[in-house]
């Protein structure tokens, strides 16, 4: 099975900062690659898939990179509404397994 | 717009079966795959299984001998059963929707805490 590993586990950082979260697959993925935001007693969201494919109604602050085994979330300019935990994703039609998270907290 | 809601027991006794719901609202279950999906405490988000509104169905590995997942298209509601519960399946379950763009999870619903214990 493919693991995903999220670093860092947790980031403090303040509005307007630019924030980088990275996913390292334990095997190429070939761009299957999704994130998602998840505010406690929320329902998660996508945020991006195919590694940098923006989702409807997604702010443009929001971008992903990366190809092979490593990818990276950032946010460009953090925004009040940001702070959350957020995972990444590999997808395939027969598999699919999710980053431990990536918990933003305000500084 | 569409939404989903998670509904069931939110305590179980060991051994005993996990039973939960999902309610599809604003829109249709035809013509997706739905999915569940649970995070136990403290750990990290896990791939139950999946079913077409057909009813074709798909299972995790490590759980296929303890689950089933159904349909009800006329109550746009598909549900979970887990059966031989134990502390470890303690958890927040969450159902999904797969996107009709590929294999991820363009809908969720917000999660509902089930316990398991005595």
């Known amino acids: 099975d493919i693991q995903m590993t999220q670093s860092p586990p947790s980031l403090s950082a303040s509005v307007g900062d630019r924030v980088t979260i990275t996913c390292r697959a334990s095997q190429g993925i070939t761009n299957s690659l999704a994130w998602y935001q998840h505010k406690p007693g929320k329902a998660p969201k996508l945020l991006l898939y195919?590694?940098?494919r923006l989702e409807s109604g997604v702010p443009s602050r929001f971008s992903g990179s990366g190809s092979g085994t490593d990818y990276t979330l950032t946010i460009s300019s953090l925004q009040p509404e940001d702070f959350a935990t957020y995972y990444c994703?590999?997808?395939?039609?027969?598999?699919?397994?999710f980053g431990q998270g990536t918990k933003v907290e305000i500084k | 717009q569409v939404q989903l809601q998670e509904s069931g027991p939110g305590l179980v006794k060991p051994s005993e079966t996990l039973s939960l719901t999902c309610t599809v609202s604003?829109?249709?279950?035809?013509?997706?795959?739905w999915s569940w999906i649970r995070q136990p405490p403290g750990k990290g988000l896990e791939w139950i299984g999946y079913?077409?509104?057909?009813?074709?169905?798909n299972y995790s590995p490590s759980l296929k001998s303890r689950v089933t997942i159904s349909v009800d298209t006329s109550k746009n509601q598909f549900s979970l059963k887990l059966t031989s519960v134990t502390a470890a399946d303690t958890a927040v379950y969450y159902c999904?929707?797969?996107?009709?763009?590929?294999?991820?999870?363009?809908?969720w619903g917000r999660g509902t805490l089930v316990s398991v214990s005595s």
């Open positions: 604003g829109g249709s279950i035809s013509s997706y795959y």
């Open positions: 195919a590694v940098s």
């Open positions: 079913i077409y509104y057909s009813g074709s169905t």
């Open positions: 999904a929707r797969f996107a009709r763009k590929g294999w991820f999870f363009d809908l």
């Open positions: 994703q590999h997808y395939s039609s027969t598999t699919w397994t």
